[in-house]
């Protein structure tokens, strides 16, 4: 077996949509995905992206991918490099293609002069958290991560004052 990992292209899409998905569902929130083909072009590849994805393979076969983008530390002065998602099809998983994503990302992150190389993961992913702690991924416990969507982003921001 021959994993190998390349810039995804706008033929991908359709796969990267079925990947989305697939991590929704073992993530037991499908019902949250909104993406569509059309929005996924045009955020992945049209004027204007701020993300970057990858794709992993096997013998020539997607089986994985990895979508990233810049944040940025004011502390550092420096960019980060923040893995918005990374999915290994479950029949592909203990192979090691997960870990080739994740230093795939950091090889990037240190090419780039990131400071940082961030993540989040749910606290029930055990699997997950092995491979990261085995990484030297080191959870941030002081940080609690906050979020406004839907609804209440829109009524905060039509607020006045």
Same mark, same amino acid.
Request: net charge negative; proline share 4%; hydrophobic share 45%.
């Given at each position: 077996?021959? &994993? ?40 992945? &590849? ?116």
């Amino acid at each position: 077996m021959t &994993f190998s990992i390349r810039p995804a292209n706008e033929q991908d899409v359709p796969v990267i949509l079925r990947f989305i998905t697939d991590l929704a569902i073992f993530e037991k929130a499908e019902h949250e995905v909104l993406a569509t083909l059309d929005s996924l072009h045009a955020t992945l &590849f049209g004027p204007g992206s701020v993300t970057d994805a990858a794709i992993l393979e096997k013998d020539g076969e997607a089986i994985g991918f990895a979508v990233w983008f810049y944040s940025y530390s004011t502390w550092l002065a420096r960019n980060g490099l923040y893995l918005e998602d990374l999915y290994v099809d479950p029949a592909h998983r203990g192979g090691g293609g997960g870990k080739m994503l994740m230093r795939f990302l950091a090889k990037l992150a240190v090419e780039k002069g990131c400071g940082r190389f961030e993540w989040s993961v749910l606290d029930w992913n055990e699997p997950a958290i092995r491979v990261y702690n085995q990484i030297g991924g080191e959870p941030q416990t002081e940080w609690i991560k906050y979020r406004l969507s839907g609804d209440a982003l829109k009524r905060f921001a039509a607020e006045e004052g």
